[in-house]
């Protein structure tokens, strides 16, 4: 079972997202079954940011002073047989999510939704270094999200 707990420092989110932490721990309970730790209890945390605060971050912890969509901090620690662990830190920053503005709040939701399962991928040990390893991504992205879209009917 996955926990997350999410932190909005952005006032913005709420106008797209009323219920946060309900959304996304559903979120979860809808990913296909090997990425929900069943038998464990796995816990994340969810930043909801902006790009001022996002881009803070990108540099310190990764030496791009830029913003970006996401960032994610995997906790340096092996999964293995433990069962309750910590998976890591997900940023998301509401600038970049809402670029178009013209987007409605479903849209926004689904978006966001494809940019934390893309988070969480990372969290796991994904990654997009290399164009296979982008392709595989992309398709379990692909997968995790058909299995949660129904939330968003």
């Known amino acids: 079972m996955i ?11 709420l106008k797209k997202i009323k219920k946060k932490n309900n959304l996304f721990n559903r979120v979860c309970k809808h990913f296909p079954k090997k990425y929900r730790f069943i038998k464990k209890k796995a816990y994340l945390s969810l930043l909801l940011s902006n790009n001022n605060k996002i881009r803070i971050l990108n540099k310190k912890f990764r030496n791009k002073n830029k913003h970006t969509d996401i960032l994610a901090f995997p906790f340096d620690q092996k999964i293995g047989n433990k069962k309750e662990f910590y998976l890591g830190d997900i ?3 509401f600038d970049y999510m809402d670029k178009f503005k013209k987007l409605s709040n479903k849209e926004f939701q689904k978006k966001t939704i494809k940019i934390f399962i893309h988070g969480f991928l990372h969290l796991i040990g994904h ?3 290399l164009k296979k390893d982008y392709i595989k991504m992309m398709d379990e992205e692909k997968k995790i999200f058909k299995s949660v879209q129904k939330l968003l009917n």
């Open 3 to 13: 926990r997350i707990n999410v932190i909005s420092e952005e006032k913005s989110w």
């Open 127 to 129: 990654d997009h270094m």
């Open 91 to 93: 940023i998301i920053s």
